[in-house]
């Protein structure tokens, strides 16, 4: 804090490159954050969300001329770090001043003495600790979720609190863009299916997902684009046919500061069942052989090999950033899709960002997906639209579920901030 009548708000990315700082009154204070669900989003980022809110100072005073840009859209850009992918800022260049909102994840409450020398902390990757002031429930408030129709099973929505913890009202979910889009209410899943019929589209269900054999794993900019082949069980996956992939969702400061989401979510995977786009014919035990049709190299079946294959810029757009000695955190370097996450402890897996997964019943991906897996600090409410003790609550009984929407909506698990 900078004193009773200012507050230093810091925006920063994983590997402190870049720090972006200013002064706002208390007042001011929360800030409000719309987060939005839309496939672009989930594609850009590789979360099930993005959340945002205007940054608080003129544009033309910020200098952001070092980070890379990635036209989202005509009327958006995303700014963000080439040395770590931290998506920082989205643009809006048509608008009058090319109007900037400050991505929620990356935004946190200074300390006196930050500014233009660092953000004050040194990445030890997963446990680690910020050295500044923790964001405060009272810094960031969810404004509304939109584009929730795009996720064609509701996705992180579903374990969104109904209820403000401030105001006491429905945090309000809209089918597209709010304007002039149609309101969800809080039986949203039903109500999603109804529109998805109104708009001609075929209802799916994660059993066709279940039947699929191949899912692809793509970014925006389709710089990285690569297909997930259902394997064998593994430590990687459940027991019970069909065996799908672990899931860990994390809300530790890395994953945090590497994607802009508060939470992240993973599914862990074997790297043998990866595989190029162009693989026509794929086997899990070949870790050599190459392509028939086109003498493409098999995708890299462990840690090292993943990491010396990016070191040749041999797999596309992708890149990483070296967390800490041990881990690697793979993204796309031009749209900045957090895509892989590697550890020379887990040699033959990886985490996989389950933003860009491409299942045709959802977001979710839950033909592929068992979602049981928490991992991180779930009390801290990086960007306060409720991920805390009572959606932990929430998570868990979703997984035991089992095959979770319609079964969820039935028992309606309401979370507010009373949970």
Known sequence: MASSTSITLLAHCLCATHTF????????????????????????????????????????????????????????????CGTCGSPLFFEFPLEKGAR???????????????????????????GETDTGTEIETELLQSAKHI?????????ATLWAPRWDRRSGEEVPRFWGRSEGSAALGWDWLDE????????????????????????????????????LHRGPASPTTTSTPPAKLRSISCSCRSCRLASGASTFHWAVAALSNISFATLSTFSSSASTSACPSTSTPAFPTSASALRAAVDASALGTLTYYASSPSTQRYFCRVCSASVFYASAERKGEVRVAIGVLGAGSGARAEGW??????????YKNWDGYGHDAGVEKKKKQYARCGRTSKALMETRLDVDATA
């Open 147 to 155: 584009c929730v129709g795009d996720t064609r099973d509701g996705g």
């Open 100 to 126: 900037l909102s400050v991505v929620a994840g990356m935004v946190r409450v200074g300390r006196d003495g930050d500014g233009d020398e660092g953000c004050g902390f040194e990445d030890e990757d997963e």
């Open 369 to 378: 997906v068992h979602w049981g897996g928490l991992e991180g600090d779930w």
């Open 192 to 227: 999603i299916n109804t529109t998805r019929s109104e708009h001609g589209d075929q209802d799916e269900d994660a059993d066709q997902d279940e039947d699929e054999k191949v899912l692809p794993i793509r970014c925006k900019c389709q710089g990285v684009n690569l297909r």
């Open 21 to 80: 700082h200013t002064r706002i009154p208390p007042s001011s204070l929360p800030l409000p954050t719309s987060i939005c669900h839309c496939t672009s989003c989930r594609l850009t980022t590789g979360a099930l969300s993005t959340s945002a809110t205007p940054w608080p100072t003129p544009r033309a005073t910020v200098n952001t001329s070092a980070l890379r840009t990635f036209a989202f859209s005509p009327r958006i850009n995303v700014l963000f």
